[in-house]
C-alpha cells in the first residue's frame, strides 16, 4: 500500500503535499499530515533522511538559469511561484524545489537558512562552473576529514557548499 497522495490516492512514494495549505487548483485541503498509513513502498525514502530540499529564490528565472547552467538541473514547472528540481539522470520525482519568496534579498532576508551540500566527482571543474554560472563563492576549497568543499551563494543569496572525496595520493 502506497502512501495517500494529496488527492486522497493510494501513489507509490507519493508523499502528501504540506506546506502550502491548499492543492495545485486551491479547492480543497491538503491531506492529513501525518500521512494515514506509515508504509512507503519507494525503497529510496528513509526515514528521517533528506527527502526533498526547498530553496527560497528572488527570482525563479533566474534560479533555473542559474541552477541548470551549474549543475545540469532540470526543473517541473508548476507555475510562476514554484519549480521542482528533478531527480538526476532521468529518474522518476524530484529532490527538491524552488519557490519564489518576494521578501527574499539575496545575502538579506532569509539567508541563514540550512546549508544543502551537493557532491561533485570533479570539485575543480564544479567551482567553475559555478562561478561561470554567477555563482558567488564565499568559502574557496579546503580540506576537511571527508575530502574537500567550498561554499557559494546562489543568485538569491542561499548559500550551498559542493564537496568531493579526498584524491587518492599517489
Known amino acids: 500500500m502506497g502512501v495517500a497522495d494529496a ?3 493510494n501513489s507509490p512514494g507519493t508523499l502528501p503535499a504540506v506546506g502550502h495549505g491548499e492543492d495545485d487548483d486551491g479547492d480543497r485541503p491538503p491531506a492529513p499530515w501525518p500521512p494515514e498509513t506509515t508504509t512507503v513502498s519507494d ?3 528513509q526515514h528521517h533522511a533528506i527527502s526533498y530540499i526547498e530553496l527560497a529564490v528572488s527570482d525563479m528565472e533566474a534560479a533555473k538559469r542559474f541552477y541548470t547552467s551549474a549543475f545540469d538541473w532540470a526543473f517541473n514547472e508548476y507555475g510562476p511561484a514554484y519549480a521542482g528540481i528533478r531527480r538526476p539522470a ?3 520525482g524530484e529532490v527538491g524545489g524552488l519557490r519564489h519568496d518576494a521578501d527574499r534579498t539575496p545575502g ?11 557532491f561533485s566527482a570533479d570539485l575543480p571543474a564544479t567551482l567553475e562552473r559555478v562561478r561561470a554560472a554567477g555563482g558567488t563563492i564565499t568559502t574557496d576549497p579546503f580540506d576537511f576529514p571527508g575530502g574537500r568543499r567550498f561554499h557559494f551563494l546562489d543568485p538569491s543569496g542561499n548559500e550551498l557548499a559542493v564537496w568531493a572525496e579526498p584524491v587518492d595520493a599517489a
Do not use: D, M
Open 43 to 45: 525503497p529510496a525514502l
Open 90 to 92: 532521468g529518474a522518476e
Open 108 to 118: 538579506g532576508a532569509g539567508s541563514g537558512g540550512p546549508l544543502v551540500i551537493l
Open 7 to 9: 488527492t486522497g490516492g
